[in-house]
Nanobody, 119 residues
Framework: QVQLVESGGGLVQAGGSLRLSCAAS????????MGWYRQAPGKQRELVAG???????NYADSVKGRFTISRDNAKNMVYLQMNSLKPEDTAVYYC?????????????WGQGTQVTVSS
């Protein structure tokens, strides 16, 4: 299984910025897609940003214009630049990877990183 490790979470004031990173490690796999979900207390996990099958990027409406996802394919990493943070962005942020090992397509989650935005 591919292991995903997130970093970069923390406490920030409203209006501030954070950059999350996620590194995929393991052997014998190829990454199809990587992206980010988040889960706030008492709420369902929701997609924050991730690639579509058509090659574009899907962002949650609530983060459009403030968050930017980027990939470093050579390093098997994905980043989430979060600007103009709001208290409602407070959540645990999870990286995911859609990957293939041999002919099998699999999915993996990171352990999550806490983002807390104070007002």
């Amino acid at each position: 299984q591919v292991q995903l490790v997130e970093s970069g979470g923390g406490l920030v004031q409203a209006g501030g910025s954070l950059r999350l990173s996620c590194a995929a490690s393991g052997s014998g796999f190829s990454i199809n897609a990587m992206g980010w979900y988040r889960q706030a207390p008492g709420k369902q996990r929701e997609l924050v940003a991730g690639p579509t099958s058509g090659g574009s990027t899907n962002y949650a409406d609530s983060v459009k214009g403030r968050f930017t996802i980027s990939r470093d394919n050579a390093k098997n990493m994905v980043y989430l630049q979060m600007n103009s943070l709001k208290p409602e962005d407070t959540a645990v942020y999870y990286c995911y990877a859609d990957y293939s090992r041999n002919t099998v397509r699999l999915w993996s989650w990171g352990q999550g990183t806490q983002v807390t935005v104070s007002s």
